[in-house]
C-alpha cells in the first residue's frame, strides 16, 4: 500500500511539474557537472560524462541530489496545497485496510494484510484453519521503525514450519540482505548475508540456497548453500553463473521435492534440480540451454513438467521422468499451438496434479 501511495504522489507532482502555469521562471535548476569517462566494451568506447553520478556513497553525488530535491520543494511549493487535495481524494476511493486471500501450505493458512494509515504489509498465517488465532510472521511497519523506507523481497518459511528467512531493502536501491527469524520465539538468528536475490530452504530446515549479485552489474551470478549457525564468509558457492547473459534464480518445485537452480536471459533458459533431502548433493541439468529455447519447470508424482518452446515460437507441455530425466525420454502432453502462446496457466494446473 505505500508504495502505491509513493506512486500516486510522483504522480501528482510529475503532472504539476508539468505545467509550466505554476513554475517560477525565476529559480535556475542546479547542473550536474560533466567529468568525461570512456569505457572500453566489445571493441568500441562508450563515453558518459555523468557516470560520477553512480557513486552513492559520494559526498559530492548526495549535494547535487539534495540540491535538486530543495529545487524541486521550491518549484512545487505554490501547488502542494492542491496536490495534498486531489492526492486525499484519490486515496479516498482506495481501501486501505485490506486482507489477501489466504492460501494453504502444510498446515498453515498464509496471507497478508493491510492496515489504514500504516504504509506497509503485515504478513500472517494462522493453524489449521482460516479462523484460527492469527500469528505475525513479519511487521513490515516495524522492521521500518527509524527507517525513510523498507521493502522486503523473499520470504520462505521452514518445512518444519518454525523458521523464516526473508530478505530487507531499507535504501531502496533493490539490494537486499538475508534475515532468519525464529518463529517459535521471535528472535532474530545471526546468520545474515549481503546482496541476496533469492533464498530457500532444504528440506532438512538447517540448510539455506541463496542467491547474490555482482555488485557492479546487480546481475545474479552466484548460488551458495549455508548451513545455520556456520560462518556465511565461508559458505560454499555451489554454482556461478559466469555467462553475463544470464540470471539465477533459486526455488523450491511445487511439493517441495526438489530445489530448482534456473539460469535465464532473454531468450533462452537453463534448469538444474536437486533432491531437497540431499542439500550437499549436487544439482543435475535437467535440459542444457540452447539458444532461443526457452522452459520452465515443475515437479509432480515423480514427473518433471516442462513448459516449452523448443519445436515453435508457442509453448507445449512435456513430462520426463525425474529417475530418467533426458530429453529421449521426453513425452509431449500438450502439443505447441499457433494460437495459444501462453501455456503457463495451464501448466500450473497440471502441477497440481
Not at 40 to 57: F, M, V
Amino acid at each position: 500500500m505505500g508504495a502505491m501511495h509513493r506512486r500516486l504522489q510522483l504522480f501528482i507532482l510529475v503532472v504539476f511539474m508539468s505545467a509550466p502555469l505554476y513554475l517560477s521562471a525565476q529559480l535556475t535548476p542546479p547542473t550536474a557537472k560533466k567529468l568525461h569517462t570512456e569505457k572500453h566494451i566489445n571493441g568500441g568506447t562508450l563515453t558518459d560524462d555523468y557516470a560520477w553520478l553512480r557513486e552513492r556513497d559520494s559526498p559530492e553525488v548526495k549535494k547535487h541530489l539534495e540540491a535538486e530535491n530543495a529545487y524541486a520543494e521550491q518549484e512545487l511549493a505554490s501547488v502542494k496545497p492542491l496536490a495534498e487535495k486531489l492526492y486525499n481524494e484519490t486515496l479516498s476511493h482506495i481501501k486501505q485496510t485490506d486482507d489477501t486471500v489466504p492460501y494453504k501450505k502444510r498446515g498453515y493458512f498464509y496471507y497478508s494484510r493491510t492496515v489504514t494509515g500504516q504504509q506497509y504489509p503485515i504478513y500472517c498465517r494462522r493453524k489449521g484453519s482460516p479462523t484460527a488465532p492469527e500469528e505475525v510472521l513479519l511487521d513490515v511497519n516495524a522492521l521500518a521503525t527509524g527507517e525513510k523506507f523498507m521493502s522486503v523481497a523473499a520470504m520462505q518459511v521452514s518445512d518444519d514450519n518454525h523458521l523464516l528467512a526473508y530478505t530487507t531493502d531499507n535504501v531502496g536501491f533493490r539490494q537486499y540482505k538475508l534475515h532468519v527469524k525464529d518463529l517459535r520465539t521471535g528472535a532474530l538468528l545471526p546468520d545474515t548475508a549481503e546482496r541476496v536475490d533469492d533464498v530457500v530452504w532444504a528440506a532438512d530446515n538447517k540448510t539455506l540456497f541463496y542467491v547474490t549479485e555482482d555488485e557492479q552489474t546487480k546481475r545474479a551470478d552466484l548460488l551458495h548453500r549455508h548451513t545455520l549457525g556456520a560462518d556465511v564468509k565461508a559458505d560454499p558457492i555451489v554454482y556461478n553463473e559466469k555467462d553475463e547473459r544470464f540470471s539465477l534464480g533459486v526455488d523450491r518445485t511445487r511439493d517441495g521435492r526438489y530445489i530448482l537452480l534456473a539460469a535465464g536471459s532473454h531468450i533462452t533458459s537453463e534448469a538444474r534440480f536437486l533432491d531437497a533431502d540431499q542439500p550437499a548433493g549436487s544439482f543435475r541439468i535437467l535440459e542444457a540451454r540452447r539458444d532461443n529455447v526457452q522452459y520452465d519447470v515443475d515437479e509432480g508424482n515423480g514427473l518433471f513438467y516442462l513448459r516449452i518452446n523448443d519445436t515453435s515460437k508457442s509453448f507445449r507441455v512435456v513430462t520426463v521422468p525425474v529417475a530418467t530425466p533426458t530429453k529421449e525420454h521426453w513425452k509431449e502432453l500438450i502439443a505447441e499451438n499457433p494460437d495459444t502462446i501462453n501455456l503457463g496457466l495451464l501448466c500450473g494446473v497440471l502441477r497440481d496434479l
